[in-house]
């Protein structure tokens, strides 16, 4: 394994290490962005604990060159954005905050999907407000509502991104017949789905996305942390390395394909900076073979 000059994109930031995606064909971000989930209450409910800790985490990852930032309505709800906005606004012209509208939370770990169009349309303007923008860079459908009519649905997303208040559209936790159907009806830039090295489940998604130019943005890369810290399936090769098992996940993942954006959660600035520093690790065939057979 070695840590070499990358390939690609800026070599300003650690997070630029990894090169560059084009999301939609107009917005060009570091591979390696940063998934805000972490950053609230237990069961993704409420407010975290350590307040001051997650502003100095959302600004210690710009400051790494993380120019992605995922988030939700329904993180918190409406933690996160709050937490983005007090830590990040005004915000850094090459800032993409990427946010999610469809889920209803009901108290912790407790998620129902609402893609009713007067919600969604609801929820999108709640997003611009909290968040402090006049357009969503990457507005991502959190669940397809299986009880409203799909055209319903990205239907509302078009026309909000007519209005421009949307730049771009997302999928999340999707299949490839549901990304065609969404193709349909509008513009496609992203989808987000579980996967890491351990879950390959989204394995056809992420090679549609690749072949048809959307990113392919993946959750749980870490697996909620069984890939991160001692005593993973990773640790021993890591330590053979000099690496750190989520650098491993990570790199893994940025190797797997260019359309890859791991998103990686965390509360912790040094955690922040391990993960981040994943950017500059270029593994080798051996390596990677290595890893793909840990799955
Ligand atoms: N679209 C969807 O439906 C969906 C669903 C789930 C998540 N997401 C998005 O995906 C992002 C990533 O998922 P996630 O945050 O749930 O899981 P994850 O990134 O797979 O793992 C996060 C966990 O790993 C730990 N961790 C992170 N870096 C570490 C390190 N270097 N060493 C040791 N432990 C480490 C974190 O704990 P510490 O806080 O202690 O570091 C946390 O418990 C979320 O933040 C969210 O933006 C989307």
Same mark, same amino acid.
């Given at each position: 394994?070695?840590?070499?000059?990358?390939?690609?994109?800026?070599?300003?930031?650690?997070?630029?290490?990894?090169?560059?995606?084009?999301?939609?064909?107009?917005?060009?971000?570091?591979?390696?962005?940063?998934?805000?989930?972490?950053?609230?209450?237990?069961?993704?409910?409420?407010?975290?604990?350590?307040?001051?800790?997650?502003?100095?985490?959302?600004?210690?990852?710009?400051?790494?060159?993380?120019?992605?930032?995922?988030?939700?309505?329904?993180?918190?709800?409406?933690?996160?954005?709050?937490?983005?906005?007090?830590?990040?606004?005004?915000?850094?012209?090459?800032?993409?905050?990427?946010?999610?509208?469809?889920?209803?939370?009901?108290?912790?770990?407790?998620?129902?999907?609402?893609?009713?169009?007067?919600?969604?349309?609801?929820?999108?303007?709640?997003?611009?407000?909290?968040?402090?923008?006049?357009?969503?860079?990457?507005?991502?459908?959190?669940?397809?509502?299986?009880?409203?009519?799909?055209?319903?649905?990205?239907?509302?997303?078009?026309?909000?991104?007519?209005?421009?208040?949307?730049?771009?559209?997302?999928? /999340?936790?999707?299949?490839? !017949? *549901?990304?065609? +159907? $969404?193709? @349909? #009806?509008?513009?496609?830039?992203?989808?987000?789905?579980?996967?890491?090295?351990?879950?390959?489940?989204?394995?056809?998604?992420?090679?549609?996305?690749?072949?048809?130019?959307?990113?392919?943005?993946?959750?749980?890369?870490?697996?909620?942390?069984?890939?991160?810290?001692?005593?993973?399936?990773?640790?021993?090769?890591?330590?053979?390395?000099?690496?750190?098992?989520?650098?491993?996940?990570?790199?893994?993942?940025?190797?797997?394909?260019?359309?890859?954006?791991?998103?990686?959660?965390?509360? /912790?600035?040094?955690?922040? !900076? *391990?993960?981040? +520093? $994943?950017? @500059? #690790?270029?593994?080798?065939?051996?390596?990677?073979?290595?890893?793909?057979?840990?799955?």
């Amino acid at each position: 394994m070695t840590t070499t000059s990358p390939t690609s994109g800026s070599t300003t930031s650690p997070a630029a290490a990894a090169g560059t995606f084009t999301i939609g064909g107009d917005l060009t971000v570091n591979r390696l962005g940063y998934g805000t989930m972490q950053l609230t209450g237990p069961g993704v409910w409420g407010a975290p604990a350590d307040h001051d800790g997650a502003v100095a985490v959302l600004r210690r990852a710009v400051e790494l060159g993380v120019n992605l930032i995922d988030t939700a309505d329904a993180y918190g709800p409406y933690v996160t954005d709050a937490l983005i906005r007090e830590a990040l606004h005004p915000y850094g012209d090459d800032l993409v905050i990427a946010t999610k509208v469809g889920f209803t939370r009901q108290g912790p770990n407790q998620w129902i999907p609402v893609g009713r169009p007067e919600y969604l349309r609801q929820q999108t303007e709640l997003n611009l407000r909290n968040l402090g923008v006049d357009r969503i860079d990457l507005l991502q459908l959190h669940r397809i509502d299986p009880t409203v009519p799909l055209a319903d649905q990205i239907g509302e997303l078009k026309k909000l991104q007519e209005e421009g208040k949307v730049r771009h559209i997302g999928l /999340s936790e999707v299949s490839v !017949d *549901d990304i065609e +159907a $969404a193709r @349909a #009806i509008a513009p496609i830039a992203s989808v987000q789905n579980l996967f890491n090295l351990t879950n390959r489940s989204a394995e056809d998604v992420l090679e549609y996305a690749a072949a048809n130019g959307l990113a392919f943005i993946p959750w749980f890369p870490l697996a909620t942390g069984e890939l991160a810290g001692e005593g993973t399936p990773l640790a021993a090769i890591a330590a053979e390395h000099g690496s750190t098992p989520s650098q491993l996940a990570l790199a893994w993942l940025l190797r797997r394909s260019p359309a890859m954006l791991p998103i990686p959660g965390t509360s /912790s600035v040094a955690h922040l !900076d *391990d993960n981040v +520093a $994943a950017a @500059a #690790i270029e593994l080798s065939d051996d390596d990677y073979a290595a890893l793909d057979a840990i799955a």
